[in-house]
């Protein structure tokens, strides 16, 4: 098995998009190849077919690769809950919410867990494609640093280095990096690409002659213009690929502080006729049409930072003047008329009423729903089918029965793993959906029903569907890769 590593000199310096875009250049040219990252720190995450959890990012760059994801691809995944603790979740199993500083005090024993997942590895695929975090050179972190170098210094692979002309200083970013990587490593090190250049690549033609002055021995892969259109999602809820987007009817998503799978809102991208915002204030959410709350690493949390900000009532405001209201996930829980998490196993602790939009209460307790499902929905016009996913702890109940509440199931799933076993999910009312399943969206059939409940008659779903957009944008990123980089040291080191 060969081992390449992409590393950044910063967050956000394009890792995930490299990883993904190589994975899928990887894949057309023959080689089995499957992506891993020791350690992902993400509250967008995925659910494998075993009932794993790993990073969204991960899953999708498995798809680009051509294979199913599995818990392997990221054996530790830290999900941020607020208050310096997250969630740690160990080959795919979520354990204990831990503190920062009693997490650095398990480095060794979790880098044992890495190691023994590097060898699962080995016999498994032609090539496994790492994906490093942050700075490899953050000073103060190299010694307890489990998914920059150790990971490929441990396999003796190769790395490229990725600089983010957008934030500025480029040669700096590149030079110091590179200098800053301790020799034996440095030796692994195949060559370097500036990534997302806007404008004309003419200005930037000169690059090679300056590196090459500093960096004599480092090969210059090439710069890559920053296409728009090609950037798949993102493992970071909070980046810029998570504004708004489109022209036409206001969809507002709620960015709560602790948002979490903003993918969600992913698949409105390919409509036409409406427009996805993500709103923080009142004076945002004016005009909206669809009022959507996603997914929460802290509901609790979440829902009192709605009451604070106002967003509660004008959210209530805005459902009795008839807007359609959404809640996923968190969302759907904070939809609810009670929640309760005495022990703070969700993040924070307490019990406080919901919204009160939809007849259903939420307990926390210790144990995590992770599952993966086939999603079923039926209309009189047609039926659609689609994989799709739960993640979240709590159980929510009906407080009456649904006749008494003219409420109804949402859609049909199919459990997959173990018994094969339908049954409802979420649950529909006046002008209110709420769903578990992230996913959701991916079924054009959903979205527009979701318009015409809203009245938006200019609504109109794409032709494409979701997933075939995505293996059609993956092998776009690849061609990408090939018009733009020197990709010859990258095949030398493969052959």
């Known amino acids: 098995m060969k081992a390449i590593s992409v590393l950044g000199t910063s967050s956000n310096a394009g890792k995930s998009w490299m990883v993904t875009a190589?994975?899928?250049?990887?894949?057309?040219?023959?080689?089995?190849?499957?992506?891993?990252?020791?350690?992902?720190?993400?509250?967008?995450s995925y659910v494998t077919l075993e009932g794993g959890e790993i990073g969204r990012a991960q899953a999708v760059q498995a798809i680009a690769c051509g294979m199913r994801p599995i818990a392997e691809m990221n054996p530790i995944l830290l999900k941020p809950s607020g208050n310096g603790t997250s969630q740690l979740v160990l080959l795919g199993e979520a354990r204990q919410h831990i503190a920062a500083v009693?997490?650095?005090?398990?480095?060794?024993?979790?880098?044992?867990?890495?190691?023994?997942?590097?060898?699962?590895w080995r016999d498994r695929c032609d090539v496994l494609l790492l994906e490093g975090a942050g700075s490899p050179v953050e000073l103060n972190l190299m010694q307890r640093d489990l998914v920059n170098l150790r990971p490929i210094v441990y396999l003796q692979g190769r790395w490229l280095l990725v600089g983010d002309i957008e934030k500025g200083g480029v040669f700096a970013q590149i030079i110091g990096t590179h200098h800053l990587i301790p020799q034996p490593a440095k030796e692994l090190g195949l060559g370097f690409i500036v990534n997302k250049f806007r404008g004309d690549l003419r200005l930037f033609s000169d690059?090679?002659?300056?590196?090459?002055?500093?960096?004599?021995?480092?090969?210059?892969?090439?710069?890559?213009?920053?296409?728009?259109?090609?950037?798949?999602?993102?493992?970071?809820?909070?980046?810029?690929?998570?504004?708004?987007?489109?022209?036409?009817a206001k969809i507002a998503w709620i960015r709560f502080p602790h948002l979490s799978n903003s993918q969600d809102s992913q698949p409105w991208q390919l409509d036409s006729g409406i427009e996805t915002v993500w709103v923080k204030t009142v004076v945002e959410l004016e005009n909206a049409r669809i009022i959507i709350l996603p997914g929460s690493k802290n509901t609790l949390s979440d829902l009192?930072?709605?009451?604070?900000?106002?967003?509660?009532?004008?959210?209530?405001?805005?459902?009795?003047?008839?807007?359609?209201?959404?809640?996923?996930?968190?969302?759907?829980?904070?939809?609810?008329?009670y929640l309760g998490d005495r022990e703070g196993v969700a993040g924070t602790s307490g019990e406080v009423a919901g919204l009160g939009l939809l007849p259903i209460s939420t307990e926390f307790l210790a144990s995590k729903q992770v599952r993966q499902v086939q999603a079923i929905w039926k209309s009189a016009q047609s039926i659609d089918q689609w994989m799709a996913y739960e993640i979240h702890m709590g159980v929510t109940k009906l407080i009456d029965g649904m006749e008494s509440h003219q409420v109804q199931p949402l859609l049909r799933v199919l459990q997959t793993d173990g018994d094969r076993e339908y049954y409802d999910e979420g649950i529909k009312g006046d002008r209110v959906w709420g769903s578990y399943l992230h996913g959701l969206f991916e079924s054009a059939h959903a979205r527009q029903a979701l318009t015409q409940l809203a009245n938006i008659s200019q609504h109109q779903p794409a032709a494409i569907s979701w997933q075939e957009h995505q293996q059609n944008l993956y092998n776009s990123m690849a061609d990408l890769l090939e018009e733009h980089l020197d990709l010859l040291s990258i095949r030398s080191y493969l052959d």
């Open 22 to 44: 190589l994975g899928a250049w990887l894949r057309r040219n023959g080689i089995k190849v499957a992506p891993f990252k020791a350690q992902n720190m993400s509250n967008n």
């Open 102 to 120: 009693d997490y650095y005090r398990h480095i060794e024993a979790l880098w044992e867990t890495v190691r023994d997942t590097l060898e699962f």
């Open 207 to 248: 690059a090679k002659k300056h590196f090459r002055e500093h960096m004599p021995h480092f090969p210059y892969l090439g710069v890559l213009p920053y296409a728009t259109d090609l950037q798949p999602e993102s493992e970071d809820s909070l980046c810029s690929e998570a504004e708004s987007k489109g022209k036409g």
């Open 304 to 337: 009192q930072w709605l009451r604070t900000t106002g967003l509660d009532r004008a959210i209530l405001n805005a459902h009795q003047q008839g807007i359609t209201i959404v809640g996923i996930c968190g969302g759907y829980q904070m939809l609810g008329k």
